[in-house]
């Protein structure tokens, strides 16, 4: 079905439906799109508002179609398997795209891995495995898929993805296809440098030689290691905080008396202080007001201004929806 023939459900109390005009621009879009779509099924937290649309681009020629046509004024946000994100309980204005089946290949030829940005970072790390490739098994430790590895370096068990990665490619905001060399993204901790309105959507890995049994050792390791030491069977986003230099985000949480500290139906891991957990009907302000009155008593208490390695997005409940009523 094409976008032009897909039926938009009516916007109701939410954004305005933008769906027929987007549709009409562009009568070869092969992906799907949906008006005030809810974003909260997509994300771990299971909280937040709707997208004002929806898109999931069939392929990267799709996605590129889609962002050469869409008017420069629309917002456009991305969300990958929603491990690390809250949404805000009003909702996300203008475009979410979310990269789904045409985005989840891997293939692995010789030392080299190619994976697709939807591709969920445990499944790199088991093709890896069972190629006998070594250097990956950090990607176990990480609840989320390629795209947001490589938007925010992403690491865990001491390895990160600028340790494996040997290009990257992407769609630009205006529609143009862009390849990224190691060097060219920019690297730091928890961060790259690639402008944020380029889309990833596949990358290129490079391992070495290593043995499988070892290989499956040190990813089962990294699976006790996560199952004994984090909420991961909970509603949670992964971890919150960024490390700040020279210490550990949950050691200054756990400082300033903050485990177990609860907001309405949102709490700080007993288990891990630097997860926030969803209790059952919690809210995104309960769950973001939660964090937030962390980062005040660490600040309070040690000095250290914590920074959010959570992403947010979209507006509070009640905030006025841009092109919405």
């Given at each position: 079905?094409?976008?032009?023939?897909?039926?938009?459900?009516?916007?109701?109390?939410?954004?305005?439906?933008?769906?027929?005009?987007?549709?009409?621009?562009?009568?070869?879009?092969?992906?799907?799109?949906?008006?005030?779509?809810?974003?909260?099924?997509?994300?771990?937290?299971?909280?937040?508002?709707?997208?004002?649309?929806?898109?999931?681009?069939?392929?990267?020629?799709?996605?590129?179609?889609?962002?050469?046509?869409?008017?420069?004024?629309?917002?456009?946000?991305?969300?990958?398997?929603?491990?690390?994100?809250?949404?805000?309980?009003?909702?996300?204005?203008?475009?979410?795209?979310?990269?789904?089946?045409?985005?989840?290949?891997?293939?692995?030829?010789?030392?080299?891995?190619?994976?697709?940005?939807?591709?969920?970072?445990?499944?790199?790390a088991r093709a890896a495995a069972d190629a006998g490739l070594a250097g990956f098994?950090?990607?176990?430790?990480?609840?989320?898929?390629?795209?947001?590895?490589?938007?925010?370096?992403?690491?865990?068990?001491?390895?990160?993805?600028?340790?494996?990665?040997?290009?990257?490619?992407?769609?630009?905001?205006?529609?143009?296809?862009?390849?990224?060399?190691?060097?060219?993204?920019?690297?730091?901790?928890?961060?790259?440098?690639?402008?944020?309105?380029?889309?990833?959507?596949?990358?290129?890995?490079?391992?070495?030689?290593?043995?499988?049994?070892?290989?499956?050792?040190?990813?089962?390791?990294?699976?006790?290691?996560?199952?004994?030491?984090?909420?991961?069977?909970?509603?949670?986003?992964?971890?919150?905080?960024?490390?700040?230099?020279?210490?550990?985000?949950?050691?200054?949480?756990?400082?300033?008396?903050?485990?177990?500290?609860?907001?309405?139906?949102?709490?700080?891991?007993?288990?891990?202080?630097?997860?926030?957990?969803?209790?059952?009907g919690a809210t995104a302000a309960e769950i973001e007001g939660l964090g937030e009155e962390v980062?005040?008593?660490?600040?309070?208490?040690?000095?250290?201004?914590?920074?959010?390695?959570?992403?947010?997005?979209?507006?509070?409940?009640?905030?006025?929806?841009?092109?919405?009523?």
């Amino acid at each position: 079905m094409s976008a032009a023939q897909e039926t938009a459900a009516p916007a109701g109390d939410g954004f305005a439906d933008m769906v027929p005009e987007l549709a009409a621009r562009m009568p070869g879009l092969r992906g799907s799109l949906a008006a005030n779509a809810s974003l909260a099924d997509l994300t771990w937290f299971r909280v937040g508002g709707p997208a004002q649309v929806l898109f999931l681009p069939a392929d990267a020629d799709d996605l590129a179609l889609f962002l050469a046509a869409l008017p420069a004024e629309v917002p456009v946000t991305v969300v990958g398997l929603g491990s690390n994100l809250i949404v805000r309980d009003g909702g996300v204005p203008g475009v979410v795209i979310r990269l789904g089946r045409g985005f989840t290949e891997v293939s692995v030829a010789g030392h080299r891995i190619t994976a697709g940005a939807g591709v969920p970072d445990v499944k790199v790390a088991r093709a890896a495995a069972d190629a006998g490739l070594a250097g990956f098994s950090f990607l176990r430790g990480i609840p989320g898929a390629i795209g947001g590895a490589l938007r925010m370096n992403g690491g865990a068990y001491g390895g990160e993805t600028k340790d494996v990665l040997v290009a990257a490619e992407g769609v630009t905001r205006a529609g143009a296809k862009v390849r990224f060399s190691n060097a060219d993204m920019g690297f730091t901790y928890r961060h790259c440098g690639v402008p944020e309105d380029v889309i990833f959507t596949r990358a290129e890995f490079e391992g070495r030689p290593g043995d499988p049994a070892a290989i499956a050792a040190e990813m089962a390791r990294i699976t006790e290691s996560r199952e004994a030491t984090q909420p991961i069977k909970s509603r949670t986003g992964g971890s919150t905080f960024k490390n700040p230099p020279g210490t550990s985000a949950w050691k200054l949480v756990d400082a300033a008396g903050c485990r177990g500290l609860t907001i309405g139906r949102a709490q700080v891991s007993e288990l891990h202080t630097n997860f926030l957990i969803n209790l059952g009907g919690a809210t995104a302000a309960e769950i973001e007001g939660l964090g937030e009155e962390v980062r005040r008593r660490v600040k309070a208490h040690s000095g250290v201004e914590l920074e959010w390695e959570i992403k947010r997005i979209g507006i509070p409940a009640g905030a006025p929806p841009a092109g919405g009523h």
